[in-house]
């Protein structure tokens, strides 16, 4: 479980990067000065290099296969499965109290 602990936290922090790079080259077209561009080019660059560090991990580490499809649909769906097992876990003892404090419709 820890394994796929550390897994899950690196694909969410590779998507973070992701997103990061994504606002700073918009951020950057956005810039009105030499020295804003200058320095959201510098956190760009940054970025990127973080990204290929957390991918190349990920990589190594076998929990993203960026060029075989078949063996990164079976990493999925592994995790897939043991998100549900997770959330199959019988964390209260009585779930019936847990689940009358929620405010659902019938």
């Known amino acids: 479980m820890i394994g796929f602990a550390n897994q899950s936290a690196a694909m969410e922090f590779l998507l973070s990067v992701k997103s990061g790079v994504k606002d700073m080259a ?9 020295e804003v561009r ?3 080019k510098k956190q ?3 970025g990127l290099n973080m990204h290929e560090k957390v ?8 929990w993203l296969h960026p060029y075989d499809p078949i063996e990164q649909s079976r990493v999925d769906l592994t995790a897939a499965e ?3 097992n997770i959330a199959r876990m019988p964390l209260f003892k ?3 109290k847990v689940l009358e ?3 659902t419709p019938n």
């Open 82 to 84: 043991m998100t549900g």
């Open 26 to 34: 918009f951020a950057l077209t956005e810039a009105s000065t030499p």
């Open 44 to 46: 760009l660059f940054a």
């Open 55 to 62: 991918y190349q991990l990920m990589v190594d580490r076998a």
């Open 101 to 103: 404090t929620f405010d």
């Open 38 to 40: 200058e320095w959201l």
């Open 94 to 96: 009585d779930r019936t």
